[in-house]
């Protein structure tokens, strides 16, 4: 077996989110950045939070308002007159 070959253990890891929550845990890196947690994500939090880069949510918003069904208007028909079959000489 080949020795040390394992990367180095942190039991006392911090991970730090942007919201400020700082958490430990067991790693292999000492320090970890993230930027949603358990404490600021909405599937846990039960609130909505938009992460808008770029303005990308609004690009989304009115693509999606244009995309709604709008009332149209009814072109109208041409009147087609019908072909006389009589043949005129």
Known sequence: MQKDIHPQYYPEA???C???QVLTVG?????????????CHPFFTGNEKVVDTAG?????K?????????TK?????KKVEPKSDSLEA
């Open 73 to 77: 208007t009814k072109k109208k028909a």
């Open 56 to 60: 990308r949510v609004e690009k989304f």
């Open 14 to 16: 911090t991970v730090t």
């Open 27 to 39: 790693s292999t890196q000492e320090k970890i950045n993230v930027e949603i947690c358990s404490a």
């Open 18 to 20: 942007s919201c400020g």
């Open 62 to 70: 009115t693509r999606a308002k244009k995309a709604e069904p709008t």
